[in-house]
């Protein structure tokens, strides 16, 4: 028995997100009398990776992700982890032996072998989140999968005014979405922060853990009030607030990416 750690990167841009999906039953119709019918299942980067260790493994393996993505976000350096029944691959074999199983939009990059105890979401101390917004007039054909297209260069100065209020413990219900399940809305912010690389603008963000399409919210949100002329006071009192209704439209997900996990340091819980 041994517990692997792999780090992937995915193109989620036709995934439903990274957890594995069941049949899901849609509304067909109109009126009192609606009819359902059951899809496929969804597509998902946890379902394919666990069909590549299936295939190496010749019986099933659950994978744990650090944390779970939306339909359309990308991940530049996701981790999860699997316990692996058998002990004759070598380690440094699983990465090619998975991304020969692997559609082109998965990658596996490392794997390395933890205690048996190690998990991926509860082991992790940090993960980091940015979000791209293309500031020039068009954006390439290849990235319109990858930003969010603003066609106007932002005042940086200005974001990063009102992204300062969010260090440290903050409560950020204001950002949640309807329907997220957290018990506690309360999440511990390393840095959140805007720079430009090229005609590109990124906002990273960096927390213990995030609520339910919180970066996008956060993202939209600072952008729309840019735009208005708002102030670090107007986003501080969005903030305050704890109201959705009161923060900005919620950022597209082609733009967002899972940039890293960190399992050193000290973990801060809410």
Not at 33 to 44: F, S
């Amino acid at each position: 028995m041994r517990n692997i750690l792999l780090t992937l990167s995915y193109d989620g841009t036709f995934f439903c997100g990274w957890q594995r999906q069941e049949y899901r039953k849609i509304s067909k119709g109109e009126g009192k009398t609606e009819q359902t019918r059951c899809t496929k299942k969804l597509r998902t980067v946890q379902e394919e990776i666990e069909n590549a260790l299936q295939i190496v493994h010749k019986q099933p393996v659950v994978l744990y992700g650090s944390g779970r993505t939306d339909s359309g976000v990308h991940a530049a350096a996701q981790a999860a982890n699997f316990i692996s029944p058998i002990d004759s691959i070598p380690l440094e074999n699983y990465i090619p032996a998975l991304n020969a199983r692997l559609p082109r939009d998965i990658r596996i990059h490392t794997a390395e072998e933890k205690p048996l105890n190690f998990n991926a979401r509860f082991n992790a101390v940090n993960r980091t989140y940015r979000y791209f917004f293309y500031c020039g007039k068009t954006p390439p054909a290849w990235e319109m999968n990858y930003v969010w297209p603003l066609y106007r260069y932002p005042d940086v100065a200005k974001l990063n005014a009102m992204s300062s209020c969010l260090r440290g413990e903050t409560d950020c219900s204001a950002f949640a979405a309807a329907g997220d399940k957290s018990v506690s809305k309360y999440r511990f912010i390393d840095h959140a922060v805007f720079f430009m690389q090229g005609e590109k603008l990124v906002f990273e963000i960096c927390a213990n853990a995030f609520l339910w399409k919180m970066v996008r919210s956060l993202a939209g949100t600072f952008i729309e009030l840019e735009k208005k002329g708002g102030t670090a006071e107007d986003f501080f009192s969005v903030l305050k607030a704890g109201d959705r209704k009161k923060a900005g439209l919620t950022a597209p997900a082609q733009g967002l990416f899972l940039w890293n996990v960190a399992f050193k340091g000290k973990r801060v819980y809410p």
